[in-house]
């Protein structure tokens, strides 16, 4: 017996299941999602994501109605927050891609970006809470804010799939798991109309009037990330799901949809390196190894090799984990010593630090093949840095920099000199893949034609285009989000 339904939606994550939510609340009656992994490995890589949200607004108390009990649980909260607008958000967008990011997409997420926070919350019954451990640093009797970073989904990740899945079934959204899509169909006048899917019973086909795609990139396929990235990013862990293969990309290319967007880049993150191929699902977000701005970062060679300082972490995140493994056994040491352990975030706490009372003693611990290079390296570092400078302010850029180094460090440059020291191990965790399909402002997938591919869809990390070389934390849950209430709406009224 043949399944009709109005739309169906691939894919079960974050944009997904906005785009099926989206899809039921604009009139659609039947709603298919159709996840390829079991249901214990749902929900692709909304799972292993801190939750955090990025979006604009022009007054601090406007994120009030999403976080109602914060003045009761943080004194002075909204002290530390400041206004985050459309052109600071879209600012940092064109900063961090350098001018290349998708002018018309760009401005689509950004424009959109806080009604599609109030939406998830509302609609999709996605509880928040302030992103205290994530995006918060402790000035006197108050936490200072990273500028549009406040609000995660309560419970991270794994909170934020839940809700979408809760709410998803509760509006009568059909999810089938273990259902992988293999082939899109098209009807006599090029319009989408079905997917062929296989499961534990064989090949099933199913049809409908359009069709969305947010089943992710090609990160967890290694032949994909070696012929598109590269072969160091071939050989990198991965962190989030193992199920992003790239089969989206691949069935929307196989009926001409056009490839966009940076098909060399990556979103990867700064891990830790004690884990295996894929971070393990119970940790979800808490792999990661972010304060490395308050540290000296070397490699095996002992040397440093990006400006740690360059900025803050949540900008920069991105593209040092890539970084990262362009060097010698992708692997990399952070160093600190005890005037800045204390801003460590928490998720260092899921691995056990090397530690020492001298530099060499630490040193003698490492995996670094030139030893005497590493103290070298150390011992100019500081020298060129500052003892204890009163513009040192870990909450903003300080402009506390060194002096004469060929690599500076622009920004939180102090001395280490304050025993015991303490290092870290770290390595690139590859998250999503920037290439993706071209799409237009209304999520329809555009040909390699120039024309729109009708009833055919498209959220999520498949949208090509709107990061080049490193990305803006949180801006990733939001686009996905956003784009995947534009598919949806536009699946069920086009």
């Not at 399944?3 to 604009?26: M, P, Q, T």
């Not at 214990?40 to 007054?59: C, I, K, P, Q």
């Not at 000035?139 to 500028?147: D, E, F, I, L, Q």
């Amino acid at each position: 017996m043949q399944e009709e339904f109005d739309v169906i939606v691939v894919g079960a994550g974050n944009a997904a299941l906005a785009a099926s939510v989206s899809a039921k609340e604009n009139g659609a009656n039947r709603v298919l999602v159709l996840e390829k992994a079991p249901r214990e490995m749902r929900g692709g890589n909304t799972h292993w994501s801190g939750g955090v949200l990025r979006f604009a607004f022009d007054d601090p108390r406007e994120i009030g109605p999403l976080v109602p009990d914060a003045e009761e649980q943080f004194e002075n909260f909204y002290d530390g927050i400041q206004p985050y607008t459309r052109g600071d958000y879209h600012g940092d967008l064109m900063r961090v891609t350098s001018g290349r990011t998708d002018p018309v997409l760009s401005r689509v997420l950004v424009d959109n970006s806080k009604d599609t926070v109030f939406w998830m919350n509302q609609t999709g019954r996605i509880k928040m809470e302030p992103a205290i451990t994530l995006s918060a640093v402790r000035k006197g009797n108050t936490m200072v804010w990273a500028r549009g970073l406040v609000v995660r989904a309560a419970h991270e990740g794994v909170g934020l799939s839940r809700s979408w899945f809760q709410t998803a079934e509760s509006m009568g959204v059909d999810i089938r798991y273990g259902s992988a899509a293999v082939e899109l169909l098209q009807d006599s006048s090029g319009r989408a109309s079905g997917v062929k899917v296989r499961d534990d019973d064989g090949f099933k086909t199913y049809h409908a009037k359009s069709i969305v795609l947010g089943c992710g990139g090609f990160e967890a396929n290694v032949q994909m990330r070696t012929q598109h990235i590269g072969p160091l990013v071939g050989a990198a862990k991965v962190r989030g799901t193992p199920h992003n293969q790239g089969d989206g990309l691949r069935m929307a290319m196989a009926i001409g949809a056009m490839p966009w967007g940076q098909w060399s880049g990556c979103h990867a993150t700064p891990i830790s390196a004690d884990w295996g191929d894929f971070a393990p699902r119970e940790l979800t977000d808490r792999s990661n190894r972010l304060s490395y701005v308050y540290s000296v970062m070397l490699n095996r060679k002992g040397l440093r090799f990006v400006d740690e300082g360059e900025d803050g972490a949540l900008f920069t995140y991105a593209k040092f984990g890539r970084a990262i493994l362009a060097e010698p056994g992708a692997k990399a040491w952070q160093i600190f010593d005890q005037k800045v352990i204390h801003l460590l975030e928490p998720r260092y706490q899921t691995s056990t630090p090397i530690t020492a009372d001298t530099i060499e003693g630490l040193l003698d611990q490492l995996d670094i093949d030139d030893k005497s290079q590493a103290l070298r390296t150390i011992t100019e570092y500081n020298a060129a840095a500052n003892v204890a400078d009163e513009r040192y302010d870990p909450t903003k850029k300080d402009g506390v920099a060194t002096n004469g180094l060929a690599l500076p460090k622009t920004n939180w440059a102090v001395k280490l000199d304050k025993p015991p020291y303490v290092a870290y191990s770290a390595t690139g965790g590859i998250t999503f893949t920037f290439g993706g399909l071209k799409v237009n402002e209304n999520a329809q997938i555009v040909g390699t034609d120039w024309r729109v591919i009708k009833g055919l869809f498209c959220c999520g990390e498949m949208v090509g285009g709107l990061f080049y070389d490193n990305y803006p934390a949180g801006t990733g849950l939001v686009s996905g989000a956003t784009f995947g209430r534009i598919a949806g709406r536009n699946a069920a009224t086009m």
